[in-house]
């Protein structure tokens, strides 16, 4: 499986507001209320993200989601094209830390995105890419808005045909989900080092 890390912090760059609300769409907390996993429409149409979404909620690891899509596409960029496929099946989920003071320290992100990345890279050859991207996230509390960061992952399955795509990104999901389950239930010791 291929595997990146990126940075984005420019002006320009994506941010999340947290929590957030879009018309009908918002954030749910699934860590403290896992019963709201019903309410995310793309976990219902896609069983194998509604199981890493409750994985990633556990109330036993350091982590938690924030915001979620699925897609499938013809559009290969260049870079792609190594995967010899004409479709891909794609996903993406934001996540942060569960515990506050993490939420707002960048070297504790890159940690996590860095250990994540060489776990992926470690896993069986399978035509699938992953990306961890370091953004900034605008934390609201009752009080004030403070300015940390989340990190948001991209996960492409590649294949011949539709059905195909989205069966190789679901075997790089569950190997996602292993690698972070391993990370996450060390990260409530808010040690970097142990992770």
């Known amino acids: 499986m291929e595997a990146d890390l990126a940075v984005e912090l420019g002006a320009d760059d994506d ?12 954030y749910y907390d699934l860590k403290r209320q896992p ?14 993200l509604r199981a890493f979404l409750a994985a990633m909620n556990s109330p036993h690891g350091g982590l938690e989601t924030a915001k979620c899509d699925t897609w499938v ?14 479709w891909k099946f794609g996903s993406y989920v934001d996540f942060l830390f569960s515990q506050e003071s993490s939420r707002y320290c960048f070297p504790e992100h890159e940690q996590l995105a860095l250990r994540i990345t060489e776990l ?22 009752a009080t ?7 990190i948001t ?31 996450s239930g060390r990260i409530v010791s808010s040690d970097p080092a142990a992770w």
């Not at 941010?15 to 918002?26: H, I, Q, V, Y």
């Not at 013809?74 to 870079?79: G, L, V």
């Not at 004030?144 to 989340?150: A, C, E, N, S």
């Not at 992952?153 to 391993?182: P, S, T």
């Open 35 to 48: 019963e709201l996993l019903a309410e995310i429409d793309e976990a219902g149409s896609a069983p194998e």
């Open 73 to 86: 596409s013809r559009e290969i960029a260049p870079e792609e094209e190594i995967f010899g496929a004409p």
């Open 153 to 183: 992952f991209y996960l492409f399955g590649y294949g011949d045909d539709e059905l195909h795509a989205r069966q190789r990104w679901a075997i790089a999901l569950k190997l996602v989900e292993n690698a972070m389950r391993q990370i």
């Open 15 to 26: 941010t999340l507001e947290f929590p957030w609300a879009d018309g009908k769409l918002r």
């Open 120 to 141: 992926l890279k470690r896993a069986p050859e399978i035509p699938a890419a992953a990306e961890l991207i370091i953004r900034r996230c605008f934390y609201h509390n």
């Open 144 to 150: 004030r808005v403070q300015d940390g960061f989340y």
